[in-house]
T-cell receptor
Framework: EPEVTQTPSHQVTQMGQEVILRCVPI?????FYWYRQILGQKVEFLVS????????KSEIFDDQFSVERPDGSNFTLKIRSTKLEDSAMYFCASSEPPGKVSVSNQPQHFGDGTRLSIL | GQNIDQPTEMTATEGAIVQINCTYQTSGFNGLFWYQQHAGEAPTFLSY??LDGLEEKGRFSSFLSRSKGYSYLLLKELQMKDSASYLC??????????WGAGTKLIIKP
């Protein structure tokens, strides 16, 4: 079964450094998402991406964050100057495109996540 | 504001049935999802409801009442591997997923 893959599985970075988290969504999916989950807390939406642009973003997704689809397979999340509170699990997800079936009922398939630790 | 409530923790016995409730208040509604998340792992999709009623998938069923802003996930014939957190998520009017904090389900032999 196709799956979303994320690299690295664990990233340790000094505060103030830039970090790039990488994701390869499922190949025929056209909607991509980033979420974060601080240890012991709920999953939080960061951003959704469709047709090479951001479609929705949350208040968390400020100017420190950016997303990019540099080629036909990768989807990246960049944090420009990391803060201690950025330490969390970051999940990438993708879902099928709209079509005969509305996109609203397409489940999002999650990668295994990248654990980001800011020191 | 937007809010999703589910119990923090539940305990059940192997082989039994458990019902995990979720109530929501969101601006708009475009479906409700249940995900399972084992500790340290990614959420995995379990079920989707957009119309009122019961959706059954093997040992798992999910129910929705839109007028009451209420859903439940029913797990039958519980197995030890069902010990996990169960996340209720609602897709609101802007199609973002709004997540509950999850219900930690503990299965005892």
């Amino acid at each position: 079964e196709p799956e979303v893959t994320q690299t690295p599985s664990h990233q340790v970075t000094q505060m103030g450094q830039e970090v790039i988290l990488r994701c390869v969504p499922i190949s025929n999916h056209l909607y991509f998402y980033w979420y974060r989950q601080i240890l012991g807390q709920k999953v939080e939406f960061l951003v959704s991406f469709y047709n090479n642009e951001i479609s929705e973003k949350s208040e968390i997704f400020d100017d420190q964050f950016s997303v990019e689809r540099p080629d036909g397979s990768n989807f990246t999340l960049k944090i420009r100057s990391t803060k201690l509170e950025d330490s969390a699990m970051y999940f990438c997800a993708s879902s099928e495109p709209p079509g005969k079936v509305s996109v609203s009922n397409q489940p999002q398939h999650f990668g295994d996540g990248t654990r980001l630790s800011i020191l | 504001g937007q809010n999703i409530d589910q119990p923090t923790e539940m305990t059940a016995t192997e082989g039994a049935i458990v019902q995990i409730n979720c109530t929501y208040q969101t601006s708009g509604f475009n479906g409700l999802f249940w995900y399972q998340q084992h500790a340290g792992e990614a959420p995995t999709f379990l079920s989707y409801n957009v119309l009122d009623g019961l959706e059954e998938k093997g040992r798992f069923s999910s129910f929705l009442s839109r007028s009451k802003g209420y859903s439940y996930l029913l797990l039958k014939e519980l197995q030890m591997k069902d010990s996990a957190s169960y996340l209720c998520a609602v897709r609101g009017s802007n199609y973002q997923l709004i997540w509950g904090a999850g219900t930690k389900l503990i299965i005892k032999p």
